[in-house]
């Protein structure tokens, strides 16, 4: 809301800026009737709806996504468009106020040297747009960054807490005599997430299968320390496997449902993951736990999972602004439900 807030003010005031800037100088050289006064304020309007409409095309087409020689070309032949369609403008605008003068306003060299003025104030714009978008990206970048590395030193403490890895390997130990071969089983799934934890890197965005498989480890380990307490249920569709998710983000909702839901209950739950394609391209992902969440707990950030959550909410944000969004509410009084909707596309922070 405030990148647009902005974005029509440094419009409206640049624009408007460029009327009184033409209105001052042609009253200093000759006066300006309250007719010209008009077309002026009329042409400044025509800039900003035409750059307004190269704007939505470059959003709407992703032009800062392309490579920068097409990129290029695409932006040259836009600006020269426009400065075509401009100078027309400029013709139409003197025609309805009146002011047109056919012999001098149709003369090559003053169709010209519009063309070019007109394709200069374009550029100019554009230059300015680009410059913005940059920086607020590059800004966003560094945000990403700080709170990717956030995430992953927290992530690590969480993997490597002594209680988990106290429950892990007594789990393990109680499997060493009775089932060796389960017992190695789990030592491998221990491996594979630290492994998981440990390569991850600084990636934005990882194949949907390889978040899924540790989330998988993850769970194996819990059902040797809860045994039959603990339900794993899995309804993944196979277009899921098309997605990209941000790393560790499905397992921080799994180990919250764990140890907000599950290891509060005596007789133990179901963790139920269910992932499907939306009808817009897009990725939702649910995972119902037994349990109820208190929504009037004092300490909010608590009820819903603590930092873990809220740090879902903001990575999400920053990767995809308002075409992600996440939620969690129970359904009736015995199950909670955290769901995670992503888009299919590209991240903006590269």
Known sequence: MYRIRLYWVLQIFGWGSFALVNIVFASLSQGVSAVQLWAFIALAAFYLVSTHGLRHVVKAYEWFKLGILRLLIQTLLALLALAVVNVLAQILINLAFGTLNPNEDFRALVITVNLFVSFLYYAFWFLLYFLFHFLDNYNNSLKYEAKINEIRLNHLKSQLNPHFIFNALNSVRALVDEDPEKAKNAITRISNMLRFSLVMDKKQVIDFADELSTVKDYLALESIRFEERLEVVYLIEEEAFNYKIPPMMLQTIVENAIKHGISNLVKGGLIE????????????????????LNTNSKNSSKSEGGHGLVNTKQRLKLLYGDKASFRIFNSGNQYVITEIKIPKQRVTLE
Request: hydrophobic letters at 30%.
């Open 273 to 292: 993951i269910k992932c499907r394609e939306g009808l817009q391209d897009e990725l939702y992902i649910q995972v119902k736990n037994s349990g109820f």
